[in-house]
């Protein structure tokens, strides 16, 4: 019994110990991680919206109003030209694929058009559905109506068609779906 007391103990303090030492990295990384976090958001809005040469936050009321509309969006933000002229929105917004939670940007214009996506952080597997992020996918959302729904094919040719990642049916399906809902938000509550 003396010995399961001790070995108890030993085992508190190593826990205890692991736990201080890892709640001071976390204090003194959180600050430099959301930097990062930051840095990365504001180079897949200028990617995905390029005309933009500064964004703002959507206000709070009209962003819930989008929410409302599609709970799969994070933040939305305005993209002004140098003229300080509305060009578009960037629209962070998650879905699901198959490797997990897959995060994106997408760009519209004012006039309706995608100019853009970007795959910021996703769980797909290597050379499989990580190929989401390469632009032989991402460019071909580029010119699309927003005003129709996105189906995918491995040929595209409707106006309404991207190109399907090869070997990742779930992936694509994932990302088009969660494209779709954000059209769909976008449309309900941002399209003049």
């Known amino acids: 019994m003396n010995?399961?007391?001790?070995?108890?103990?030993?085992?508190?303090?190593?826990?205890?110990?692991a736990a201080a030492v890892l709640g001071v990295s976390n204090a003194i990384t959180a600050e430099r991680i959301a930097e990062l976090d930051k840095i990365t958001n504001n180079q897949a809005m200028q990617e995905v919206l390029g005309d933009a040469e500064s964004?703002?936050?959507?206000?709070?009321?009209?962003?819930?109003?989008v929410q409302s509309a599609s709970s799969n969006i994070v933040e939305v933000n305005e993209g002004y030209d140098a003229s300080s002229n509305l060009v578009?929105?960037?629209?962070?917004?998650?879905?699901?694929?198959?490797?997990?939670?897959?995060?994106?940007?997408?760009?519209?214009?004012?006039d309706g058009q995608i100019t853009g996506i970007k795959v910021i952080s996703h769980s797909e597997t290597p050379g499989l559905g990580a190929n989401?992020?390469?632009?032989?996918?991402?460019?071909?959302f580029k010119g699309k109506s927003a005003s129709q729904e996105l189906t995918y094919s491995?040929?595209?040719?409707?106006?309404?068609?991207?190109?399907?990642?090869?070997?990742a049916t779930k992936?694509?399906?994932?990302?088009?779906?969660?494209?779709?809902?954000?059209?769909?938000?976008?449309?309900?509550?941002l399209a003049n």
């Open 171 to 189: 992936t694509t399906k994932g990302i088009v779906e969660g494209v779709n809902k954000v059209l769909e938000a976008y449309n309900a509550a």
């Open 88 to 110: 578009g929105y960037t629209i962070k917004a998650y879905t699901t694929g198959y490797g997990g939670r897959i995060d994106f940007m997408l760009g519209i214009s004012v």
């Open 3 to 17: 010995e399961t007391v001790k070995l108890g103990l030993i085992l508190l303090i190593i826990t205890a110990v």
């Open 154 to 167: 491995k040929s595209p040719k409707a106006d309404n068609e991207v190109q399907a990642i090869t070997s």
């Open 55 to 65: 964004f703002k936050l959507l206000d709070e009321s009209k962003l819930k109003e």
């Open 132 to 140: 989401a992020e390469k632009s032989y996918f991402t460019d071909s």
